[in-house]
């Protein structure tokens, strides 16, 4: 045997164990198998099923794994997640401080704001001489003349760099300038004939600390070139709760220097931005007390200060004010020494003002112009053009509507707009009533006021004017039908197991139903919103709460009420006028419906013994809308605008089949069915009065409730059987069979309302007891039918061609007999009129003998004491005689 076959056995009688425990192998035999070829080793480990990497590893020694978690992490949140939830919170807090300061922000922290997307160290930095080498730098030595070489020659540990043939040379601490200078003399020392040029490559990195009030605080590679703003770049920036004027630059837990951003921000000096080195550590304190100042300068913020500051200080760290400005009336917001807000000005063209000293927590508000002088009039609500515009003296209303089309908006109300007008001497507020369309047709004319100093006019919507209203209605109505059409659809799957087919259906259903919804734009929606905003009801709430609250005894509030059939009832300013038609405009005028004939007038009187009574006074409309009389109202009239009676109600009913002139025709109260048939022509040659069909409205929804009321109490009998399981051998589940046949036809069915009359005797016998209409009756009159219909628990279901002298059992045999869920005792017939002909009220039924009449149907019930067990209850047969009763009326039609 030789050597390597004497190895290989020994190998074997070693690897085998392997094979039945972890048996160790000796470290010999372990180095003897890796120093084999790696085609035996394969070899042997496929032949003795062992792990190669296992000997490989040495055997039962254990390896450290390759990761190592060290710290297992607290939660599986993962490190974006957690971020984001951090900045959702921080912009929760920074909206929460905007809210209260009044929507101001904090100045300069937008600047460093942001995401750094590598931690690499910047590189593409031009490098100064005076740049301090170190550990890391990269020199690159370009040598030319009798020898040409390009050299890169990093910086060691410990400073020096491995000159080719030269020996090392010392550069860490010398300046970028001093290292070059030494390296040229030195190649034209050792190499004669050759010149040196001498530039940086790679520069090393160095690790910072960004700390305090950093958005991302911790331990940062920046280059070595970075300064502090680089860092607080790669940091993301501060967060508003840290200072921008007192940024520390620390190294080796010592202040060497401090930042104000403020002179980077608003001035663009860059001296205080010092040059970074490794272990710095750049601190940002807490925020420093702030200062708001906001209205008529160019920067409104929240502004950080440093040492005091003066008014006129604040105001050019603003950006300065704009010539909209006021600045002799600056208000100043500040907490006193008890802790309260108070008010106070100062005057910002006196040396006094320019030096007042602000504090910690003040608000200053820059006025404007237009807010301190009033040289302007003001236009609100549905304008093309809204806001302020500069008074002159004698302008009138059509100064600033000259064109209807051009200067209001398509929902705007032209007839009816109101002017408010402030007393420059008492401060009330008064109201004008103006017509839109008159000041820009009648300019200069008694209908166009002449404006005053800081009037405004109001100019109203009129939604009916626009489609937007209603197709926002439609809008709803759609998504509510979607929603109901999903639980049907979600209801329909859990009662039975629909096919992929049939619930792809129902799918499309719900999408085509989504599709057909009218949605509004965003557009669409913001203007609606404003028109909503321009109705009277909001628009003029501000004025009559000041109408209320600056009256008093001698000079009452300036509102009257409106109620009754005008288009927008409510409480409205009286006009200076106080004239009853422009309350009736303001309104927005009279319905349709209005009754001309008289209104009331309600007004409050002192009593003779100082008690208020109320007066009624009836007042003839139509007089004061002709302009033939003039009413003026008081404050807090009420006026009453009544309605025509019955002025909505239309009644209409629906003659079908074989009238003569059939269709919808309108009726009056009390008038009956005969009446209705003999406007209509009366009934045609073929028409089959008995087979008619008379059907009510609130006979359908009563109908309706019944049907829902049943579903809802079969699908608590079928859940029951379910849950009882099939333990009766078979007849639990031809139970759970049955009942959801029930429960389809009744899901099925639709309420007809079908009321029985004898039409024979409404046309024929003055004697009939009349048939009063109701709204939304229908009469189908068919023509003479032919059959006699088997409908229900029969083999057979369907309709035989009448027969002279053929009875109920031979029409009952034509279909095949009952069922065996048949109940044989109940059978009963269907007339063709809708009346029902019962066995125990029938004195012919003994033997079922009896012949039939066409049109007639024969229902077979289902057994309903064969489901006792499942406590049904009699409605179940009521349902399906109601079903019976419309299939008959519609087969027959």
């Given at each position: 045997m030789t050597l390597k076959q004497k190895l290989l056995t020994a190998l074997a009688a070693t690897l085998l164990p392997l094979t039945i425990s972890a048996q160790s192998i000796s470290q010999s035999q372990i180095e003897q198998f890796k120093n084999m070829p790696r085609a035996q080793q394969e070899a042997l480990a496929r032949q003795y099923g062992v792990d190669l990497d296992t000997i490989r590893g040495g055997g039962s020694q254990q390896q450290r794994p390759d990761n190592v978690n060290v710290v297992e992490p607290l939660s599986s949140i993962s490190d974006e997640e957690r971020e984001q939830a951090r900045q959702r919170d921080e912009q929760e807090r920074e909206e929460e401080e905007e809210r209260k300061n009044g929507g101001l922000k904090p100045f300069g922290y937008e600047l460093f704001e942001g995401t750094s997307t590598t931690f690499a160290p910047v590189t593409e930095i031009p490098v100064p001489v005076n740049y301090t080498l170190g550990p890391g730098d990269v020199l690159r030595v370009q040598l030319w003349g009798k020898e040409n070489q390009q050299l890169e020659l990093p910086i060691s540990r410990d400073g020096t760099i491995s000159f080719p043939d030269s020996g090392p040379v010392s550069v860490a601490g010398l300046s970028f300038d001093e290292a070059r200078q030494q390296i040229k003399k030195r190649v034209s020392e050792q190499y004669i004939g050759v010149e040196a040029s001498v530039s940086l490559g790679e520069l090393r990195s160095m690790r910072v600390f960004v700390l305090g009030e950093a958005r991302k605080p911790g331990s940062y590679s920046v280059s070595s070139l970075s300064t502090i703003t680089n860092a607080l770049y790669v940091s993301g920036g501060i967060k508003k709760t840290g200072s921008l004027r007192q940024v520390q630059h620390k190294r080796d837990g010592k202040v060497i220097g401090t930042l104000d951003l403020y002179d980077l921000l608003l001035k663009g000096d860059t001296s205080a931005d010092r040059r970074l080195q490794p272990g710095d550590a750049i601190f940002i304190p807490p925020v420093g007390p702030r200062v708001g100042i906001d209205g008529e300068v160019y920067r409104p913020a929240l502004y950080e200060l440093d040492g005091e500051t003066s008014l006129q200080q604040l105001v050019r760290l603003a950006g300065g004010m704009t010539p909209q400005a006021y600045p002799q009336r600056v208000k100043i917001e500040r907490t006193n020494d008890e802790f309260l807000r108070i008010v106070a000005e100062a005057n910002l063209t006196t040396p006094q003002g320019q030096q007042a000293r602000v504090k910690p927590g003040d608000r200053i508000d820059v006025a404007s112009i237009a807010d301190i002088t009033g040289q302007y009039v003001e236009i609100k609500g549905a304008a093309t053009r809204p806001g302020r515009y500069a008074w002159i003296p004698g302008m009138r209303a059509s100064s600033l509507i000259q064109s209807i089309q051009n200067d209001l908006e398509p929902a705007a109300d032209t007839t009816s707009a109101l002017i408010v007008r402030v007393d420059e001497d008492t401060d009330r507020i008064s109201t004008l009533a103006v017509n839109l369309r008159k000041v820009a047709s009648l300019p200069g004319s008694e209908h166009d006021p002449v404006l005053q100093e800081r009037d405004r006019l109001y100019i109203f919507s009129d939604l009916d004017k626009t489609d937007l209203d209603e197709r926002k209605l439609k809008h709803e109505e759609h998504k509510l039908a979607v929603e109901r059409l999903e639980e049907r659809n979600k209801r329909q799957q859990n009662q039975q197991n629909l096919s992929e087919q049939e619930k792809v259906r129902l799918e499309e259903e719900k999408w085509l139903a989504i599709l057909e919804r009218e949605a509004l734009t965003e557009e669409e929606e913001q203007k609606l919103l404003n028109l909503r905003q321009w109705q009277r009801e909001p628009m003029l709430a501000g004025v009559i709460q000041r109408l209320k609250s600056q009256a008093t005894p001698r000079y009452p509030a300036q509102v009257v009420e409106v109620n009754g059939e005008v288009r927008y009832p409510g409480e409205y300013p009286l006009p200076l006028s106080h004239d009853l038609t422009a309350v009736i405009t303001l309104a927005g005028g009279l319905k349709d419906s209005a009754s001309m004939l008289t209104a009331e007038l309600a007004r409050i009187e002192e009593g003779d013994r100082g008690d208020a009574r109320t007066t009624i006074q009836q007042i003839d409309l139509a007089a004061i809308v002709a302009g033939q009389q003039r009413i003026n109202l008081q404050s807090r009239d009420t006026l009453l605008i009544k309605p025509i009676p019955d002025f909505d109600k239309k009644f209409r009913v629906t003659l079908e089949g074989e009238v003569r002139f059939p269709g919808e025709y309108t009726?009056?109260?009390?008038?009956?069915?005969?009446?209705?048939?003999?406007?209509?022509?009366?009934?045609?040659?073929?028409?089959?009065?008995?087979?008619?069909?008379?059907?009510?409205?609130?006979?359908?929804?009563?109908?309706?409730?019944?049907?829902?009321?049943?579903?809802?109490?079969?699908?608590?009998?079928?859940?029951?059987?379910?849950?009882?399981?099939?333990?009766?051998?078979?007849?639990?589940?031809?139970?759970?069979?049955?009942?959801?046949?029930?429960?389809?036809?009744?899901?099925?069915?639709?309420?007809?309302?079908?009321?029985?009359?004898?039409?024979?005797?409404?046309v024929s016998n003055e004697n009939y007891q009349a048939i009063r209409l109701q709204d939304g009756d229908a009469l189908t009159v068919p023509t003479m039918p032919q059959s006699v219909t088997v409908l229900g628990e029969v083999q057979y279901p369907t309709s035989h061609l009448h027969s002279n002298g053929v009875t109920v059992d031979d029409y009952l045999e034509r279909s095949g007999g009952p069922t065996r869920q048949a109940d044989e005792t109940r059978v009963y017939v269907v007339k063709a009129d809708g009346s029902v002909m019962l066995p125990k009220e029938s004195r012919w039924w003994g033997g079922r003998s009896q012949t039939l009449q066409p049109g007639d149907t024969i229902i077979v019930p289902i057994d309903v004491d064969r489901l006792n067990q499942l406590e049904l209850w009699s409605n179940v047969s009521q349902i399906i005689y109601q079903m019976a009763l419309g299939a008959a009326a519609v087969g027959n039609l």
């Open positions: 009726f009056g109260e009390g008038e009956t069915l005969s009446d209705v048939l003999e406007r209509a022509g009366g009934l045609t040659d073929n028409a089959f009065p008995r087979g008619a069909v008379f059907t009510r409205k609130k006979l359908r929804e009563l109908e309706a409730e019944r049907l829902r009321e049943a579903e809802e109490r079969l699908q608590g009998d079928l859940l029951g059987v379910q849950l009882q399981g099939d333990s009766f051998g078979g007849q639990n589940a031809n139970r759970v069979q049955q009942v959801q046949g029930l429960l389809e036809d009744v899901q099925n069915s639709r309420p007809l309302g079908r009321m029985v009359i004898d039409l024979e005797a409404v």
